[in-house]
């Protein structure tokens, strides 16, 4: 894991608290609130119980999406591809949560599974400061995701795109460019450029 995505593994770890979504037999979402209980350098560790739809979802997907808010109001979110681990996860947990013994005491813990969300890719997002901030990251030989929107060889350097950015962060030139950590992705320079020449990153 490189250290970009490191340092946004370990701050899921420190907020500990985030939302974990999957999708259910119906095709439905289904969202709760989990502790993510280890970080290490190959991944992050969660655990629930067999008799959860969550532990179903799971097992039959294979994939989470977590969301967090850190306190000085940035966010993160994760989208990643995950797997039971032994037992000895689960004893690891306990090791660093202790607070889970007293939900689960004694052998009761072997009752949930130890789930390694072993690769994927996600985006830490600051609302707080002006301009705003983005930063993308992946693990586990997931590629980074590139969302928004880029500036065509169409353009025609009228700069509409850049006085109506509500974060200044498009660039003059002759082919103006979009700054991506500064995007807000809202997608107001494309629906005013007369050139059509803003696209999607992601058609």
């Not at 999406?65 to 979110?77: H, I, R, T, V, Y």
């Not at 947990?93 to 889970?100: D, I």
């Amino acid at each position: 894991m490189n250290a970009k995505a490191k340092k946004y593994v370990d701050m899921f770890r420190k907020v500990k608290i985030a939302s974990a979504a999957t999708v259910d037999e119906g095709g439905h979402p289904q969202t709760r609130i989990i502790n993510v209980m280890i970080a290490t350098d190959d991944g992050m560790y969660i655990v629930t119980s067999k008799g959860k739809p969550f532990y179903k979802q799971l097992v039959k997907r294979g994939e989470v999406a977590l969301s967090a808010m850190c306190p000085d109001c940035q966010s993160l979110k994760f989208l990643g591809k995950c797997r039971i681990v032994g037992k000895e996860w689960v004893d690891r947990v306990f090791e660093e949560n202790p607070g889970m013994n007293e939900v689960y005491p004694g052998k009761s813990r072997y009752i949930l599974d130890a789930f390694h969300i072993y690769e994927g890719h996600g985006e830490w997002f600051d609302l707080l400061n002006y301009p705003i901030s983005r930063e993308s990251f992946a693990y586990g030989g997931e590629e980074v995701e590139r969302n928004g929107f880029r500036i065509s060889d169409k353009c025609t350097g009228c700069g509409i795109c850049a006085r109506v950015c509500p974060q200044k962060a498009v660039r003059e030139g002759s082919t103006y460019v979009i700054e991506e950590e500064h995007c807000l992705q809202c997608g107001l320079c494309a629906e005013k450029c007369p050139a059509d020449a803003v696209v999607r990153l992601h058609p």
